[in-house]
């Protein structure tokens, strides 16, 4: 399969807009985020020499688990954001890692030749895209024949919670215009298997998996940050500026979340959708 340099896809990675930006609230949680809570549908595919590609990895937490899976191999993370992947650097450095390394990137167009990963993944990323299936089909182009293609994202529309405090109804209706204004599909997970079919993927494996919060200290921190991304962060104003909130809108939903999280019997989870699809 060629390499993807051609003006359309330039055009295209221009309208990918990353929805929620790195505002602390947001890397809050990415650094939370590890293999064993975001990746286990991959993991046990995984051998000590590999060479995998980490798409979208932000703060790298996941990308270092990666690496100390494959000791005798390599990991390369690759984000759009310079100033996250200092902390990605960080993170590696922390514990002692070699086998790592960071770079900016687009999934559009990677800078590397046909063939040259045994895994290439991306948690978290299709959803924010205007065209996934480009981007399945030039993580495709960068895998070994017989490597694995590693896919995983949330669902919003999937997400459910108790009890039904007035205002995340407002938050998710929200959402979800905010990020289709962005040329995003915020329901990425249920269409996982959809698109690595239209990128011409025809050995796939579908699953699921959950993140849930329901201990005090699980709601305190996932409420919280919810609600300081409602009123601080990138999306918050994205949210203002497209006009689908004011100020006083966003206030109301971020003090949904507070009461959420201060109730006794509240419960949330995500639903992701994963696909596994062999070159």
Known sequence: MPGNTTAATAATAATAVYTHGHHESVLRSHTWRTAANSAAYLTGHLRPHMRILDIGCGPGTITADLAELVPQGEVVGVDTAPAVLDQARSVAAGRG???VRFE????HALDHPDDSFCVVHAHQVLQHLADPVAALREMRRVCKPGGLVAVRDSDYAAMTWYP????????LDLYHRVARDNGG???AGRRLLSWARRAGFTEITATAGTWCYATPEERAWWSGLWADRTVASSYARRAVDGGHAT????????????????????????????VLCRV
């Open 247 to 274: 100020q006083e809108d966003l206030r109301r939903i971020a003090d949904a979340w507070r009461e959420w999280g201060e109730r006794e019997d509240g419960w949330f989870t995500v639903l992701h959708g994963e």
């Open 97 to 99: 890692l070699s086998n």
């Open 185 to 187: 599909e915020p329901d």
């Open 164 to 171: 039904a405090v007035p205002g995340l109804d407002d938050w």
């Open 104 to 107: 900016t990137g687009d999934v």
